[in-house]
C-alpha cells in the first residue's frame, strides 16, 4: 500500500519559516520525480516545487528565492523549506510522486501565513 504522509504545516507571521516533510512507504522511492503542489479554495492545485530522481530542481516563480525543494532516498523522504513566507503562501500543500504512469498523492498539510 503506497503512502505519502506530509508534516510540518502551521501557522506562521509573514516573514517567518516552516519545514515540510512527506514521508512515502510502498514505492521505490529513489526512482519517483517528487513535487509539491498547493491549493487554495475555488483554485487549482498549482506546482509549487519539483525534484526529479536525477536531482534536477524547478520552482514555481512566486517561490523562487524563498522555497528549497530537497530529498533524503535513504529515509524516503521529501522536504520543502519555506522561508520568508507570506500570506499568499497561505494553502493546503499536498505531496505528490511521478513514475511512468504512477502518481499518488498524500492528504495536505495547512499553512497559514497570518499576523
Known amino acids: 500500500q503506497v503512502q505519502l504522509v506530509e508534516s510540518g504545516g502551521g501557522l506562521v507571521q509573514p516573514g517567518g519559516s516552516l519545514r515540510l516533510s512527506c514521508a512515502a512507504s510502498?514505492?521505490?522511492?529513489?526512482?519517483?520525480?517528487m513535487n509539491w503542489y498547493r491549493q487554495t479554495p475555488g483554485k487549482e492545485r498549482e506546482l509549487v516545487a519539483g525534484?526529479?530522481?536525477?536531482?534536477?530542481?524547478n520552482y514555481a516563480d512566486s517561490v523562487k528565492g524563498r522555497f528549497t525543494i530537497s530529498r533524503d532516498n535513504a529515509k524516503n523522504s521529501v522536504y520543502l523549506q519555506m522561508n520568508d513566507l507570506k500570506p499568499e503562501d497561505t494553502a493546503v500543500y499536498y505531496c505528490?510522486?511521478?513514475?511512468?504512469?504512477?502518481?499518488?498523492w498524500g492528504q495536505g498539510t495547512q499553512v497559514t501565513v497570518s499576523s
Open positions: 505528490n510522486a511521478i513514475f511512468w504512469r504512477y502518481t499518488y
Open positions: 510502498g514505492i521505490a522511492f529513489s526512482a519517483y520525480a
Open positions: 525534484l526529479t530522481s536525477g536531482g534536477i530542481t
